[in-house]
């Protein structure tokens, strides 16, 4: 996957609604009412246009045909027929009906597209062939996909001076240098989207007192955090959750998509309200947490009741879960991902705790990494209330779980297959933040999916950096770093190792 930055989204948008009806064609840009000077005034389209004495719009559709047959199999199928590109036409495949797949309906592009699925991959020389998707389906992840991988193309050919191109002559083929950004993953986080209170105040009131404060109002939610801490360390980050069909709930949508937070598996549940919380953030960092929630909401949205939730997770390459929906959805998720060929590297903050955990222990083969404070992870322990992080940890582990991460503050404790390490020696000025635990969870499985190994010592130091990087006591998934501000984070830490 690519990680996105605001040009490929805004190309991305473009290339989706041009889609529609007959797809892409120089009379189209002409006509549409779509705004898409952004797709014009790409370098890569104007040099072509200069070089082949083309209109900006007469030269967008070869350059597009030549970037997506650099498409893997799957995506450039979807963009071909998506977008009526024409490229089996260079090429006829027997038993092919290109009047079907190139046809002037969208809708009836999906549906051939699906019911050909097999057929049209073999056609391309594909060499693996995905479970052939539901047009639903199609319109979900894989559409988004295919449309951000070509985005990118059209980004990254923009990024380069014409020197770096050279046209072959019979076919015209645009060949590129490799992609500048780096291929990232699909991460669906499951969990909460509320309307957070925040109550900032000087320390937490006793009994009959009162202390005065600041009052905001922003999106969060331990799900919510999550998937936006993912999306800024450019993953393709989708949220699978709930929200009431009301004004809290179209501003949550709202926020995640300008985040770049794929909302296609956030469920609008009819006649509930969006569930909010009300967050007390003293001046050490340290939080306290009232949860106000509709019943409703999650009922609304069991996540592998469905053949889309279900195939979400088949295509994710992480997995982040959270505890906050019913303990026999959290079953669901595990037992559907333990029965996975291939299976994403699952992480799964056990939060808020819940009863009985005794129930999940059979499903603890299927997570990758627990992330939590002691307390956090003491409470899937019944009867052990003074049990050390440590040895929190190696009992955990003894239940099948492949790595326990116990983080309290800005301090780390791993015990994994692969290492045993205590992080601990990062400059701080608070004693804890409310966003740590995501960002930590969404650094943890930005650094897994890059290299597509499990995580060694210098990815926990990384991800406790992360932790640090939050520092904040407002707006919680505003607080969420980007790469930069965690590199500086370790860099930092470094200088003031190398002078003690």
């Avoid at 799964?348 to 992870?377: C, R």
Wanted: glycine share 8%; charged share 25%; net charge negative.
């Amino acid at each position: 996957m690519v990680q996105q930055d605001s040009r490929t989204v805004a190309i991305r948008n473009i290339l989706t609604r041009l889609s529609k009806r007959s797809g892409l064609s120089a009379d189209r840009l002409r006509t549409t009412e779509i705004d898409v000077a952004p797709l014009l005034d790409l370098s890569v389209i104007r040099r072509r246009a200069q070089q082949e004495g083309l209109s900006a719009e007469e030269a967008v559709l070869p350059v597009v045909r030549d970037l997506a047959r650099q498409l893997d199999p799957t995506n450039r199928l979807i963009a071909d027929a998506e977008l009526s590109l024409g490229l089996l036409r260079e090429k006829p495949s027997a038993g092919i009906d290109l009047e079907r797949l190139y046809a002037a309906d969208l809708g009836e592009r999906r549906v051939y597209l699906t019911e050909q699925w097999r057929g049209l991959h073999e056609a391309y020389g594909a060499d693996f062939v995905p479970p052939a998707p539901t047009v639903r389906s199609l319109r979900a992840t894989p559409e988004r996909r295919a449309f951000t991988e070509l985005a990118a193309k059209l980004a990254a050919a923009a990024a380069y001076s014409t020197s770096n191109y050279r046209l072959t002559p019979e076919p015209k083929v645009l060949i590129a240098l490799p992609d500048v950004q780096p291929r990232r993953g699909v991460v669906t986080v499951i969990g909460s989207a509320v309307i957070d209170h925040i109550y900032r105040i000087g320390q937490i009131p006793s009994a009959g007192k009162s202390t005065p404060g600041s009052f905001e109002v922003h999106a969060g939610g331990k799900g919510l955090n999550r998937a936006v801490a993912a999306a800024r360390l450019g993953l393709q980050a989708q949220l699978i959750s709930a929200v009431g069909n009301d004004d809290a709930g179209r501003h949550i949508l709202n926020y995640l998509r300008a985040e770049n937070v794929d909302t296609d598996l956030v469920k609008v549940v009819d006649g509930a309200t969006t569930n909010v919380s009300a967050v007390m953030i003293t001046s050490t960092g340290v939080s306290s947490k009232i949860g106000c929630e509709d019943d409703r909401i999650w009922q609304g949205a069991h996540v592998v009741s469905e053949p889309r939730f279900r195939e979400a997770l088949a295509a994710s390459d992480a997995v982040v879960l959270t505890f906050e929906q019913p303990s026999d959805a959290i079953k669901d998720v595990l037992a559907a991902i333990g029965e996975m060929d291939r299976r994403p590297t699952v992480v799964v903050s056990p939060s808020p705790p819940i009863d009985a955990p005794q129930y999940l222990y059979q499903y603890f083969g299927a997570v990758d990494y627990l992330v939590g404070s002691t307390w956090e992870l003491r409470a899937l322990l019944p009867g052990d209330p003074s049990a050390s992080g440590a040895a929190v940890a190696q009992r955990l582990r003894s239940l099948g779980v492949r790595g326990v991460c116990v983080i309290d503050g800005f301090r780390c404790i791993v015990r994994s297959d692969e290492i045993n390490a205590d992080i601990a020696d990062f400059p701080v000025a608070l004693e804890d933040s409310p966003g740590a635990a995501a960002a930590f969870s969404a650094a943890l499985v930005s650094k897994i999916v890059a290299s597509g190994r499990p995580a060694d010592e210098p990815v926990f130091r990384w991800a406790t950096a992360a932790m640090v990087a939050t520092q904040s006591f407002g707006d919680i998934p505003d607080a969420m770093p980007s790469v930069r501000d965690i590199d500086r984070i370790v860099h930092l830490a470094g200088e003031e190792s190398a002078g003690a």
